[in-house]
Antibody
Framework: EVQLLESGGGLVQPGGSLRLSCAASGFTFSSYAMSWVRQAPGKGLEWISAISHTGGNTYYADSVKGRFTISRDNSKNTLYLQMNSLRAEDTAIYYC??????????????????WGQGTLVTVSS | EIVLTQSPGTLSLSPGEGATLSCRASQSVSGSYLAWYQQKPGQAPRLLIYGVSSRATGIPDRFSGSGSGTDFTLTISRLEPEDFAVYYCQQYGSSPATFGQGTKLEIK
């Protein structure tokens, strides 16, 4: 059974940094692209970042480009999201999600299945 | 970026009834790359439908998807109590991947 377990969320001040982790199990982690999707309180879903199976290709939404960095350690079956220069509008539940493909072709875009249970990030002074 | 607009915002129905949820795209969705997700309170979303009409593993056949181009539909044939949730469409044919704003299916 595929399992994704996020951690690292918490309360951080505006301008601060946080690193999220997503521990994966139940599948060959190094064979699949992975994504981060967030959901602000009471709001809808927003894809923010993805990474190809080797980590050689990374993708970002404009809302986080230049502030967030996605990475992965295939030896540890773990996905990361380094979040810098955090703003109040980054407050959300952050989910990691597995893709169905490797994510290294030019016309690839992510689809999400399954999802982790999420970790809450609150940006507030 | 492709904007997905879902309607209605809220749908009030009774168990046993059928539900029709709509998702309209601001431009044609490439490759029929349209998915539907279900989200219950306090839970992560779950993939229901991909490629417009293919059911994900373990999804009951009362869920079906249809459509093409810019207009897509999720149909639930006979509502069970566990189907009352929020449903999102998502396109993954163009960059960036985008979601609709969701339709809340509530018990009447």
């Amino acid at each position: 059974e595929v399992q994704l377990l996020e951690s690292g969320g918490g309360l951080v001040q505006p301008g601060g940094s946080l690193r999220l982790s997503c521990a994966a199990s139940g599948f060959t982690f190094s064979s699949y692209a992975m994504s981060w999707v967030r959901q602000a309180p009471g709001k809808g879903l927003e894809w923010i970042s993805a990474i190809s199976h080797t980590g050689g290709n990374t993708y970002y939404a404009d809302s986080v480009k230049g502030r967030f960095t996605i990475s992965r350690d295939n030896s540890k079956n773990t996905l990361y999201l380094q979040m810098n220069s955090l703003r109040a509008e980054d407050t959300a539940i952050y989910y990691c999600a597995k893709d169905r493909l490797k994510g290294d072709s030019s016309n690839w875009n992510p689809r999400f299945d399954p999802w982790g249970q999420g970790t809450l990030v609150t940006v507030s002074s | 970026e492709i904007v997905l607009t879902q309607s209605p915002g809220t749908l009030s129905l009774s168990p046993g009834e059928g539900a029709t949820l709509s998702c309209r795209a601001s431009q044609s969705v490439s490759g029929s790359y349209l998915a539907w997700y279900q989200q219950k309170p306090g839970q992560a979303p779950r993939l229901l439908i991909y490629g417009v009409s293919s059911r994900a593993t373990g999804i009951p056949d009362r869920f079906s998807g249809s459509g093409s181009g810019t207009d897509f539909t999720l149909t639930i044939s006979r509502l069970e109590p566990e189907d009352f949730a929020v449903y999102y469409c998502q396109q993954y044919g163009s960059s960036p991947a985008t979601f609709g704003q969701g339709t809340k299916l509530e018990i009447k």
